[in-house]
């Protein structure tokens, strides 16, 4: 292990607890921003599975905001020291409903960091423990495992990873647009700055993607409100997803989902019926 790998490994096992009251009003205009009716959100209201986003906002001051639009290196998190930084996935186990009007401490720790070699140089992937504690209980309500990866800048000639076609066989569909006023809706309600997602000549011209990309969160977000859409009745157990590819707001992409018992395949495609995010929820009997 060289002494920047020793460096990065020290961070695992570092902890931080965050406490909000989850108030009515993210819910609201989420709902909103996934186009459902209006409807009166009340104190006891549970919250959506993955809707707990909506809180625990990263308050960083704007002198601590670095070029991409994220906090600066370093921090609770380890600083590494590569310029792209993506969410590559999550997996879930909701314990017991989080509601509106709780008061929830959210404890993160670095449960591991890893480097590689890729087919684009190096990347490192960082994997951080989320656990949400409601009204002082000492067990989860909520336990998130968070993979983020960080990778080198884009480089003409790069060889892009072969795509994967998208499952068929879909039993529920929604075709999404993800024009300009959606992904900035989105950004503005979980207080996202990376520029990545709203500032065209920035992700084009230094980060070299052709478009802006939408948050895998929010395809994530999407994925589970088509399930709440046809299972209303569903109690999600866990859920987990993959980003595979991604999803610029060029053209319309498409969530999909199939229910086999207790499982449910749910996945998100471009125009072209390329996967861009693999999913799994399992529900209680």
């Known amino acids: 292990m060289n002494p920047a790998e020793q460096d990065l490994a020290a961070w695992i096992g570092r902890s931080d607890t965050v406490h909000d009251t ?18 009166p959100v009340t104190v006891g209201t549970p919250l ?26 370093g921090g609770f998190l380890p600083p590494v020291p590569l310029p792209r930084r993506m969410w590559a996935g999550s997996q879930f186990q909701f314990h017991a409903p989080v509601r509106v009007g709780d008061a929830v401490a959210r ?26 504690f409601r009204n002082g209980a000492e067990s989860p309500a909520l336990t998130e495992f968070h993979d983020i990866v960080y990778r080198e800048s884009k480089r003409p000639g790069d060889a892009e990873p072969p795509p994967t076609p998208a499952p068929t066989g879909a039993a529920w569909q929604r075709e999404i647009v993800p024009d300009d006023v959606l992904l900035f ?28 990309i939408v948050h895998g969160p929010l395809i994530a977000t999407l994925l589970m409100d088509l399930l709440r859409r046809h299972a209303s009745e569903a109690d999600v157990a866990t859920f987990r997803f993959r980003a595979v590819r991604p999803t610029f707001d060029l053209h319309p992409f498409r969530v ?10 749910l996945w998100a495609q471009d125009h072209e019926g390329w996967l861009t995010m693999d999913a799994v929820a399992t529900l209680r009997s």
């Open 22 to 39: 989850l108030g009515p009003t993210p819910v609201a205009a989420l709902t909103a921003t996934l186009d459902h009716p209006a409807a």
């Open 48 to 73: 959506p599975p993955l809707w707990h986003w909506l809180y625990f906002l990263p308050m960083h001051r704007q002198s601590e905001i670095g070029p991409d639009g994220h906090a600066r290196r």
């Open 107 to 132: 404890k993160s720790t670095i449960n591991d960091v890893t480097q590689k070699d890729g087919r684009t140089g190096k990347l490192v992937f960082v994997k951080v423990k989320h656990e949400l």
């Open 185 to 212: 809706r989105y950004s503005a309600l979980t207080f996202n700055g990376h520029r990545i997602h709203y500032d065209r000549r920035y992700v084009t011209e230094v980060e070299g993607y052709p478009g802006l």
């Open 256 to 265: 999909n989902g199939l229910r086999e018992g207790n499982t449910v395949k």
